[in-house]
């Protein structure tokens, strides 16, 4: 993308608007479309700003992730609507402006008043553009939806090669899976079974007004997100945000006292703690990320939970493994990420259809080098927050199919478990492997 200089606001405008809340989402969008990773470019901006209450983070977030998710159909619209590119800045502020007259059209005139003051912040001579720009959105509405609806990408809000290899996955189940992409996430806690019970835990979050539902594997299922503040039990360690398909990991690694359990790639260490929680196991936690696994010890003191946590590259054994096999290991690899895109909208329009193939060549070396560490008789639970079969399904039966020594066991009835992502979870995929004795 052409790089274009930046405006700095040259109005101000109230912090608690939505003019204000469309131009910091803006920014967000601006840095992804720059190529940026959504989720550290918005931690760089809490860094930014300290004092931002929570109802101005909710609405920033909300509006930057909404709009990505949406991105193929608002760029699409943009693409009919603009005769001459417009600076980056003002071209994301009308993309996150489109998202929200997409899911608020009754407040349309708001939505478009306050996308000119957040304009007019940066560039005041572009506010009577956007504002054209919008109204002529509003009224083509019909004949635009009719039109971008003809593409793909504007359709189902994915890039065509995305929509390709998931249908071809996926051929019964990829409208479904691509829609549950473009939703809110939902959102799940795990109880820490050393600090309280799920009953108890539920009875506290009933008290408060949090309504949750209990799920298969324990996981509580909120009826609607509320901010951790309101979670009675967050701050004292009795809760954590986990999704509900990723609470699986740790029961589906047939775990037991006194074991040598390894969780490789372990940031930011929520399958470490449930592992902990669940049973008085040693625990060595690698992570190749320094700052990463630092988030892995804050996570486990707030839990009071602790192991041992080392910075290492998985496939590189003499710089962190002592020799010592392990009996459980938990191989969290690298992946696309793809059951997770409603989570982290970017990646949808920051992966390329070739980095499948460079991600599962790391999982194959990730395996083979951490293969070499598992116990004769050990369990390894293979998992990926991917939907893709070239990262999940061919990657393990590749895998066996080189290594006698490896027996599939039956995960949840079946020869390997997919969570496809619907409203009570993400996409994830599960294949637990044993070391013949």
């Known amino acids: 993308m052409t790089r274009q200089k930046h405006h700095r606001p040259t109005a101000t405008v ?135 609806d003809q593409t793909p990408a504007a359709r189902y809000c994915h890039p065509p090669w995305w929509i390709q290899r998931c249908r071809k996955d996926w051929p019964e189940d990829w409208e479904a899976i691509l829609a549950a992409a473009n939703q809110k996430p939902p959102m799940s806690l795990r109880v820490n079974r050393r600090r309280a019970s799920v009953e108890d835990q539920i009875a506290k979050l009933d008290g408060a007004g949090v309504a949750v539902r209990q799920l298969d594997n324990e996981a509580l299922l909120l009826a609607r997100p509320v901010p951790v503040s309101r979670l009675p039990g967050f701050a004292e360690g009795r809760l954590s945000v986990q999704d509900a398909g990723a609470q699986w990991a740790a ?75 392990f009996d459980r290991i938990l191989a969290d690899v690298p992946c696309s990420a793809s059951g997770v895109a409603r989570r982290h909208p970017d990646i949808k329009w920051l992966r390329r259809s070739e980095d499948i193939r460079q991600f599962a060549r790391q999982q194959r070396d990730i395996l083979k080098a951490l293969w070499q560490t598992l116990a004769p008789g050990g369990k390894m639970l293979y998992v990926t927050c991917s939907i893709f079969r070239e990262e999940n399904h061919n990657q393990v039966a590749s895998f066996c199919a080189g290594h006698d020594d490896a027996v599939r066991l039956p995960v949840a009835g079946r020869s390997d478990f997919q969570l496809l992502p619907n409203a009570e979870h993400d996409g994830f995929y599960y294949a637990l492997l044993q070391k013949r004795a």
């Open 251 to 325: 029961r589906l690694l047939d775990l037991a006292s006194g074991q040598r359990v390894l969780d490789a790639c372990s940031a930011p260490g929520g399958k470490a703690a449930h592992i902990l929680e669940s049973e008085a196991v040693s625990l060595l936690a690698l992570e190749l990320d320094e700052r990463r696994a630092a988030r892995i010890d804050e996570n486990l003191k707030r839990l009071g939970l602790s192991a041992e946590i080392r910075v290492g590259d998985a496939c590189q054994l003499e710089s962190w493994w002592d020799g010592r096999h």
């Open 14 to 148: 109230v912090s608690d608007s939505l003019a204000y809340s469309l131009r910091e989402a803006a920014r967000l969008v601006r840095s992804v479309l720059a190529g940026q990773n959504l989720t550290d470019a918005f931690e760089a901006q809490l860094r930014e700003n300290p004092a931002w209450p929570d109802a101005t983070r909710g609405a920033v977030r909300d509006l930057a992730w909404g709009c990505l998710r949406d991105f193929g159909r608002g760029d699409a619209v943009l693409g009919r609507l603009l005769t001459k590119p417009l600076p980056t800045e003002v071209h994301a502020v009308l993309l996150v402006a489109l998202h929200r007259l997409a899911t608020r059209p009754d407040q349309s005139y708001l939505i478009v008043d306050q996308a000119v003051e957040a304009v007019g912040s940066f560039a005041p001579g572009l506010k009577a553009v956007t504002n054209g720009v919008l109204r002529n959105s509003l009224r083509r509405a019909e004949e635009l939806t009719a039109v971008t």
